[in-house]
């Protein structure tokens, strides 16, 4: 098995028959901080009317309130979609939370009717430090949160 399955199955496992969302994005967001190497960051933001709200997170303090559109977070939640940044700081509108940061991919949290509800966030020091492999396993922990959670 993968690096990249392990994770995966890992997250399976804790999910179990928990449905409490706030648990599960603690656990998720504890996974991919302590397993995925060279991660600074790792964590969730969830729609609160017009912003996205910090949820449960690995790393260090971050921006709290992050408006509809603004910076990665904001964007990917704007439109939907998986967004990799290998470099932030070439990334116009970037919120630079950590300095330490330098790549980021953001994927959000779309649920069955194509409702946003939040994204997952991951950070990383190093410079185009995610693969087309770490996309696809965010991506697939991200469905197995939402498919896990209520929401």
């Given at each position: 098995?993968?690096?990249?399955?392990?994770?995966?199955e890992r997250a399976r496992s804790l999910f179990g028959a928990e449905r409490d969302a706030v648990a599960n994005a603690a656990n998720l967001a504890a996974i991919v901080y302590g397993e995925l190497p060279d991660v600074n960051w790792a964590g969730f933001y969830f729609t609160r009317g017009n912003e996205?709200?910090?949820?449960?997170?690995?790393?260090k303090p971050a921006c709290v309130r992050?408006?509809?559109?603004?910076?990665?977070c904001g964007t990917a939640w704007a439109e939907a979609r998986t967004i990799v940044v290998p470099d932030v700081h070439a990334f116009a509108g970037h919120i630079a939370c950590d300095t330490a940061s330098n790549?980021?991919?953001?994927?959000p949290l779309e649920r069955s009717d194509g409702?946003?509800?939040g994204v997952l966030d991951v950070d990383s020091p190093l410079r185009d430090r995610f693969s087309e492999g770490d996309r696809s396993l965010l991506e697939a922990l991200a469905q197995l949160y939402v498919?896990?959670?209520?929401l």
């Open positions: 098995m993968s690096g990249h399955e392990i994770i995966y996205l709200v910090l949820g449960p997170f690995q790393g992050i408006a509809f559109g603004r910076g990665v790549s980021e991919i953001v994927v409702v946003v509800v498919g896990h959670s209520d």
